[in-house]
């Protein structure tokens, strides 16, 4: 009897971005606007880069209302720009997740657009990892409090609670709708440009995997 063959399940990836000129707000007393907002687009542009080198990803949907981001979004292949409909981060994320489910997506991974020093090691991780049917697979911040980078399976499994505590929000949400979890940390996945701590983190990490940083 021939074996059968199974297809690993169709994962896309989400980046939602706000408008560059709300970029990074509580940097405001470290880094003027439009040093943030180049900051912004130097992470978003390596973002896209390290999502490229995943062989197991679709695609990746880039949800926002920024025009700059949208076109940079379009200039890139297999990335799908989409014009933010309603406006907030969750509101954003469940716009792509809709999409990608109805586009044949089984999984989605939400990476946000501050993380500067995730790897294409990262990304495989998550999904080396949801080897159930439906499961959360969740990277906290170095704090344990946010979601920095998180697989859900189906799209559609959970609704989006990014914010404050929004780690343990949403491993509550998957138990009390039957989802495996399972937790990934890594220091390159913990680090996200959120207080002017982090910038300081930033550089040193920066220096540690060999690039440059991504300030000017």
Request: hydrophobic share 45%; aromatic share 4%; with cysteine.
């Amino acid at each position: 009897m021939p074996s059968v063959f199974n297809p690993p399940p169709s994962t896309y990836v989400i980046i939602p971005v706000k408008p560059l000129s709300q970029a990074k707000s509580r940097l405001a007393r470290t880094l003027k606007a439009p040093t943030r907002a180049a900051l912004v687009r130097a992470i978003f542009s390596r973002t896209l880069d390290v999502i490229a080198h995943v062989d197991r990803v679709a695609g990746t949907i880039v949800v926002s209302r920024d025009l700059t981001i949208l076109e940079l979004a379009r200039q890139r292949s297999n990335v799908i720009a989409l014009a933010e409909a309603e406006s907030g981060l969750n509101p954003a994320i469940t716009q792509g997740a809709q999409w990608a489910g109805a586009h044949g997506g089984q999984s989605v991974i939400i990476v946000p657009v501050d993380l500067p020093l995730i790897t294409a090691a990262d990304v495989d991780a998550l999904i080396d990892l949801a080897v159930d049917p439906r499961c959360l697979v969740i990277a906290p911040d170095r704090h344990n409090d946010g979601t920095n980078l998180m697989l859900v399976r189906p799209p559609d499994a959970l609704q989006f609670a990014y914010g404050s505590a929004s780690f343990n929000a949403h491993r509550a949400q998957a138990a009390e709708r039957g989802l495996h979890v399972h937790i990934y940390r890594s220091a390159t996945s913990g680090l996200d440009l959120d207080v002017p701590d982090d910038l300081a983190l930033y550089h040193e990490g920066a220096a540690l995997l060999g690039g440059r940083v991504l300030s000017e």
